[in-house]
């Protein structure tokens, strides 16, 4: 597979600050890449940039072979944009809206109709297409905007938080709409979220940024993979586990942190990849007491993000930058 973007020692700066900085990395066609971070991280300034909106202090960006830069209209006939504040006019329909974008497209009237309708369809709002807008639920507006991204068919699609606000349910509706996109092929996407479990869910590869740089890059079960020692045991023991069972847990060369949860439960960090059943086994038996079950929790991408970051990744105090943003009509 060819890459559809590729970033290579890309820099934004404002003044003093550094807002993304030398960042270097590629998305092959028919991926989706996740770009993680916490707020103020820099993720919304290299969409930004990757979409013609905003001017690299330095190094280069390319959209289906296209320079960011110097190739703008290029560009944007190859991307569509999902930003992370809602964008949906209320007074317009479903139908309505679809066909102004479309317009701006240079599509002809039956041409607009006939994907107007199949994007609606594939979004669940057809039997919505005569309603205004500002009377749909919030997922409602946010799959409207999705078909409205698709409306001129582009190769490669920017979602910048596509799902903060949203209740559980209409995030696993946007989860499912855009695995499907994947699924058919043609359509390389790329996310821009704080969420862990959505970028673990959607995501084939992802970058996590943090400070303006790349501080790792895999597939989320390679990024899983890196943290050493971070496999988590809890234990449930049949009595109530007292301070010298617990001690004695910690002594064990396995162990690197042995935790009581709870009066019967015990959960344990451990050192390495070996397991140390036994060694709880005859402690437990020495004490009078007996594991009644155990079970085994992997890393997670927020034990990733602690790895390489220190810290979680809503610990980081928001900044916000307002740019100038120029017409995508120029």
């Known amino acids: 597979m060819m890459p559809a973007v590729v970033v290579e020692h890309l820099t934004k700066k404002f003044g003093d600050f550094i807002a993304d900085d030398d960042l270097t990395f590629s998305v ?25 909106l905003l001017k690299p202090t330095s190094g280069r960006a390319l959209v289906m072979g296209h320079d960011v830069a110097s190739h703008t209209a290029q560009v944007r006939r190859e991307i569509g944009v999902i ?37 609606l369809e594939a979004v ?74 959505e970028a673990d869910r959607l995501c084939d590869r992802l970058a996590i940024i943090d400070h303006g740089k790349i501080v790792a890059l895999g597939s989320p079960a390679e990024l899983k993979e890196t943290v050493p020692g971070q496999d988590r ?22 162990i690197r942190e042995a935790v009581r949860e709870a009066s019967h439960t015990v959960r344990v960090v451990l050192a390495s990849d070996a397991m140390p059943l036994e060694g709880i086994m005859e402690i437990s038996r020495a004490r009078g007491n007996k594991v009644k079950s155990t079970s085994l929790v992997e890393p997670t991408l927020d034990d990733v993000f602690i790895h390489y970051t220190g810290r979680g990744i809503r610990d980081e105090a928001t900044e916000e930058y307002h740019y100038a943003i120029p017409s995508l009509m120029r």
């Open 28 to 52: 092959l066609e028919g991926e989706i890449f996740g770009i993680l971070g916490p707020n103020g991280a820099g993720k919304s300034t290299l969409i930004r940039m990757l979409n013609t």
């Open 233 to 254: 045991l809890t234990v449930q023991f049949v009595r109530e586990v007292d301070d010298e069972l617990l001690g004695e847990l910690k002594r064990l060369p396995e």
């Open 83 to 119: 930003p992370q504040a809602n964008t949906v006019d209320g007074d317009l329909t479903a139908l309505e809206s679809l066909d102004l974008y479309a317009r701006f497209y240079g599509m002809g009237r039956k041409e607009r109709k006939e994907r107007a309708r199949e994007l």
């Open 124 to 197: 669940g709002l057809w039997e919505w297409r005569d309603k205004p807008a500002g009377t749909y639920s919030g997922g409602m507006r946010r799959r409207l905007e999705i078909a409205r991204g698709l409306i001129h068919r582009p190769r490669v699609f920017f979602l910048d938080e596509p799902t903060t606000g949203l209740d559980p349910q209409s995030r696993r509706v946007i989860w499912e709409l855009l695995e499907t996109l994947r699924a058919q092929g043609g359509l390389t996407i790329l996310i821009c979220t704080h969420y862990m479990d």
